[in-house]
């Protein structure tokens, strides 16, 4: 067997698996709605990504993350410091993440509309500066908007608006459980069945 094929041999690959997860940002069961830039910009509509954002014993409740602007070209959000810490007192880094990742997850589900779902593939975080008190605010706006892969540069800054992190999000855009999925199902099922005589 020859260098390359050996290694080709040993190369991990990962398996990727998804699922549809009732939770997931964009899709609440228990509100039987999307989030769509349309529906965004109805008043109503602001009350349904409120309850979906806030829902009782979500991480956002958790963490008191507040979504206050949302639309497909820019999501905001702050979060308290206090309660968010580590030991030292200070912004803990992950909470920045969760920031971070909340915002671009709800702006790359209301890019990707009804029939699809935003699911985070990757995200980096630079963190600049410690914060001890107050409130830190993210602001989320596209640097690439395609069909399948959806990326957001995130700022986080203090109440004086200083940069506390940089991030930048991506999402792979998926078709949603429902419908789509029954259409594949079925024309699969047409594709095994032999055709019956006339």
Do not use: F
């Not at 080709?8 to 228990?30: F, I, M, N």
């Not at 910009?41 to 829902?55: I, N, V, W």
């Amino acid at each position: 067997m020859s260098v390359e094929k050996k290694q080709s041999a040993h190369r991990w690959q990962p398996k990727l698996r998804y699922r549809q997860d009732p939770g997931t940002v964009g899709h609440d069961e228990r509100l039987g709605e999307r989030m769509t830039p349309d529906s965004q910009q109805e008043p109503d509509a602001a009350g349904g990504l409120a309850a979906l954002l806030h829902g009782r014993g979500t991480l956002l409740e958790r963490m008191g993350i507040e979504v206050t602007h949302a639309d497909a070209d820019q999501v905001t959000a702050s979060m308290p410091v206090e309660g968010n810490t580590q030991p030292y007192g200070l912004l803990h880094g992950g909470a920045s993440a969760v920031l971070a990742e909340t915002v671009g997850s709800v702006a790359a589900a209301l890019h990707a509309g009804r029939d699809r779902i935003a699911v985070g593939v990757d995200l980096n975080c630079t963190h600049h500066r410690a914060v001890r008190a107050g409130r830190v605010h993210a602001v989320a706006e596209p640097l690439h908007r395609g069909g399948s892969v959806a990326t957001y540069a995130i700022a986080i800054t203090d109440d004086d608006g200083a940069a506390v992190c940089s991030s930048r999000l991506t999402c792979l855009l998926r078709p949603a459980n429902g419908a789509n999925q029954k259409e594949r199902q079925t024309e699969k099922q047409q594709e095994r069945t032999p055709a019956q005589p006339e």
